[in-house]
């Protein structure tokens, strides 16, 4: 029984909502490093928390290392 409501709650590529909304934002913040923009425009842009921005160029920058 849950297990069906479980898979109603994904979408196509198996991410619930929340999911696909922190993959949109993450690769958000990707797209604007990518063009020059300072974690401070990019909290400005994207109205995200500059802590949660912050957090994110991290990852981002363990990951290219």
Do not use: D, F, M
């Not at 922190?22 to 928390?49: D, F, H, M, N, P």
């Amino acid at each position: 029984h849950n297990i069906k409501r479980r898979e109603k709650r994904r979408n196509e590529k198996g991410l619930t909502q929340r999911e696909q909304a922190q993959k949109e934002k993450i690769q958000t913040i990707k797209t604007l490093l990518a063009q020059g923009y300072k974690q401070v425009e990019i909290v400005k842009q994207t109205g995200l928390s500059k802590s949660y921005v912050s957090e994110i160029v991290k990852q981002i920058k363990a990951e290219s290392k």
